[in-house]
């Protein structure tokens, strides 16, 4: 069976425009990266823990900001290029960008030296556009966004 993955996708509208909330991975390899390497905050789970209690979790993990809202919306799960399955919850929720602190992960670095370094998770957050969360998303979780928008193109949003 495949890894898998929960995670959230908050929603806002400021000033007539849907923005959505993107995650940055920490650690060296992201560093200077920025186009296609966002992500919705996520993580693994098992068959212990419910998937949307895990993707509430993920997120309080990865962001220290815990969710509150109500009418989470089941978007249709992905496969990523490595072959976990994601799934992911939308929930119109606002949360400062600038007040997140992530977990930390210790990670060998450089690889096969023996040293290891502590890193966050994300390193940093934003509310983004569609376009230009299109443009800084993994692009294999741009049909979360998609999906969203159909979603509440049928409620009027």
Same mark, same amino acid.
């Given at each position: 069976?495949?890894?898998?993955?929960?995670?959230?996708?908050?929603?806002?509208?400021?000033?007539?425009?849907?923005?959505?909330?993107?995650?940055?991975?920490?650690?060296?390899?992201? %560093?200077? *990266?920025?186009?296609? @390497?966002? !992500?919705?905050?996520?993580? &693994?789970? /098992?068959?212990?823990? +419910?998937?949307?209690?895990?993707?509430?979790?993920?997120?309080?993990?990865?962001?220290?900001?815990?969710?509150?809202?109500?009418?989470?919306?089941?978007?249709?799960?992905? %496969?990523? *290029?490595?072959?976990? @399955?994601? !799934?992911?919850?939308?929930? &119109?929720? /606002?949360?400062?960008? +600038?007040?997140?602190?992530?977990?930390?992960?210790?990670?060998?670095?450089?690889?096969?030296?023996?040293?290891?370094?502590?890193?966050?998770?994300?390193?940093?957050?934003?509310?983004?556009?569609?376009?230009?969360?299109?443009?800084?998303?993994?692009?294999?979780?741009?049909?979360?966004? +998609?999906?969203?928008?159909?979603?509440?193109?049928?409620?009027?949003?």
């Amino acid at each position: 069976m495949p890894k898998q993955s929960s995670g959230l996708l908050l929603y806002r509208k400021r000033d007539s425009e849907l923005q959505f909330f993107l995650v940055h991975p920490g650690g060296p390899y992201f %560093k200077g *990266k920025d186009a296609g @390497v966002w !992500s919705i905050p996520k993580g &693994e789970y /098992d068959s212990s823990e +419910d998937a949307l209690s895990a993707a509430k979790r993920e997120f309080e993990e990865e962001t220290g900001l815990p969710v509150n809202g109500d009418n989470f919306i089941a978007l249709t799960p992905i %496969k990523q *290029k490595g072959g976990k @399955v994601v !799934s992911c919850w939308a929930v &119109e929720a /606002d949360v400062n960008q +600038d007040k997140i602190v992530s977990n930390t992960f210790d990670m060998e670095y450089p690889y096969k030296s023996g040293k290891y370094i502590t890193i966050p998770e994300i390193d940093r957050a934003g509310w983004f556009s569609y376009e230009n969360a299109c443009l800084k998303i993994n692009e294999r979780q741009k049909s979360f966004l +998609d999906d969203l928008l159909a979603a509440l193109n049928k409620h009027d949003f």
